[in-house]
């Protein structure tokens, strides 16, 4: 898996817009009706909570996407709608991914109640839900069934609600964006980290980045996977300096607003399990700097990007 693939797990798994599908919106019993059984996207932000039951005919649905024309319309689901998603669950055995966003006061915990009981449901993101709260968490680690969680602007979810999962055995990717520290600090890190099978885990940002997080990054013996969307990286607290004691982190991701520095370069050969390297906001004119990166991390898949996003380096060993 290229590291490119890591960042689709970390971000553009739990984003519509980066599958390139191209499907209607659906807003009625009527709509669905009118869609094929084989169709696998449902667009259907605007359904009621009695039109949902309709989708129990696409029996091919394999993701239902509750984001999809946010900017003009509004979420008619309630916690009834996700009531009766639940119901119709056994006929539609696919749906593996769920994405809600931007919630109307009727989304409350009580919808993560009926999510955590759908049996095939395996992504799951939720952003802009206020009336998700610590207990949302709590009815989440149930599930047997969800492996990755992208959770951003849910303003009612802090530390305390983290600590729910820490004996879920399904969950294998997080990702949190725009928490502020008032919500989570190295309390919450320390809960998130003894879920018992996390692999990938990811922060856009991560405001309370220092030593003594660094310093549990380091310590976890099952993460592979980290990624920091970070405006910089702390030097004075040498965060890479510590990460780099990690004996289970294969594949890192820093896509920092500021490029690298030579100093944190001169960090990376410390890393001794790391495998997959994607650096961000490279200065792409720059040839002593990215011939710096392979030199190095030789043995290491290498994948840099300019402040476009652009990929213009690549190595493989």
């Known amino acids: 898996m290229k590291i490119r693939d890591v960042l689709l797990i970390t971000g553009c798994l739990f984003l519509s817009s980066c599958l390139g599908y191209k499907t209607p919106p659906v807003n009625t019993r009527e709509d669905l009706l009118k869609l094929d059984s084989s169709t696998t996207w449902i667009r259907g932000r605007g359904l009621s909570d009695d039109a949902i039951l309709v989708l129990a005919r696409i029996e091919n649905a394999e993701f239902l996407d509750l984001c999809g024309g946010y900017a003009v319309e509004p979420l008619a689901l309630t916690d009834k709608g996700f009531k009766n998603l639940l119901s119709i669950s056994d006929n539609i055995p696919n749906l593996n991914r769920l994405e809600l966003c931007d919630c109307n006061p009727d989304i409350t915990d009580i919808t ?32 047997t069934s969800i492996e990755t969680i992208f959770l951003a602007r849910c303003d009612g979810i802090t530390n305390e609600g983290f600590k729910y999962l820490d004996k879920n055995e399904s969950i294998k990717g997080i990702r949190l964006e725009n928490f502020s520290q008032s919500q989570i600090n190295n309390v919450g890190l320390r809960y998130i980290l003894a879920i018992p099978n996390l692999r990938d885990l990811a922060f856009v940002p991560m405001p309370f980045l220092d030593s003594d997080s660094a310093r549990l990054l380091a310590e976890s013996k099952h993460l592979k996977k980290l990624a920091f969307y970070q405006n910089r ?12 004691e990690s004996d289970s982190i294969e594949e890192l991701a820093l ?48 994948e840099c990007t300019d402040k476009e996003g652009v990929y213009i380096y690549e190595s493989h060993p």
């Open 112 to 143: 993560a109640l009926y999510i955590a009981k759908m049996p095939h449901l395996r992504n799951l993101s939720v952003m802009g839900c206020p009336g998700f709260t610590d207990e949302a968490l709590e009815y989440l680690a149930n599930s």
């Open 233 to 244: 990286l702390p030097l004075d607290n040498n965060i890479l300096e510590i990460l780099s």
């Open 255 to 302: 896509n920092i607003n500021n490029p690298i520095s030579t100093e944190e370069l001169s960090v990376l050969p410390k890393f001794r399990t790391l495998k997959k390297l994607h650096i961000s906001n490279v200065p792409k004119d720059d040839i002593s700097y990215l011939k710096g990166i392979f030199k190095a991390m030789p043995l290491c898949e290498i």
